[in-house]
């Protein structure tokens, strides 16, 4: 059996109402997706999903942490994160899942829905713009400090260029 199809939900035969799903994710469920920023996790998804005639709206929500690589000394840290969003689910001739799209097109004639790439896909959007270790409560960074002191070795300082007009205006004030 797939790891992935315990993220399979059955809509078919459920009322139209809310139900309430809840999956957890750990390091295994990222293993089927290659090459992405997020190498591991531990975080609880809550769906809420409200079945109406024609279409069903996922709120799908997650919260805890994952494992992704420092963009400054490539080590591994805990991010964690928070993040709510919905899918709207129409039923169509067949399925789309354009993520381009604010709808994904369900076949019709399809029972179930695999909700793992739009937990992947939350979990990516939950992360920040840079990827960095956190600071500790001293307000040092949380990066491995041999990697650091390499970095800084190797930094090139900048020399502040300025217009030559305003040095000779500089040397006028003296």
């Not at 920023?37 to 109406?52: A, N, P, R, T």
């Not at 963009?71 to 991010?79: A, G, I, N, S, V």
């Not at 956190?134 to 949380?142: L, Q, V």
Request: negative net charge.
């Amino acid at each position: 059996m797939n790891y992935l199809s315990q993220y399979i939900v059955q809509f078919h035969g459920l009322d139209k109402n809310e139900h309430r799903f809840n999956f957890t994710v750990n390091d295994e469920f990222f293993e089927y997706f290659e090459d992405g920023i997020i190498k591991g996790g531990d975080f609880d998804v809550i769906m809420i999903l409200i079945k109406k005639t024609g279409s069903l709206h996922l709120n799908i929500s997650l919260k805890g942490s994952v494992q992704i690589v420092c963009d400054r000394c490539l080590e591994l840290y805990k991010q964690d994160i928070d993040f709510e969003d919905t899918v709207s689910v129409e039923f169509g001739d067949e399925t789309n899942f354009d993520t381009n799209s604010e709808c994904v097109i369900l076949d019709k004639n399809k029972s179930e829905i695999n909700i793992s790439q739009f937990i992947y896909e939350f979990a990516n959007f939950a992360l920040p713009l840079q990827h960095y270790h956190p600071d500790d409560e001293n307000g040092n960074s949380g990066c491995n400090v041999e990697m650091l002191e390499l970095l800084n070795k190797h930094l090139i300082k900048e020399e502040e260029k300025t217009d030559p007009r305003w040095d000779a205006l500089k040397e006028l004030k003296k």
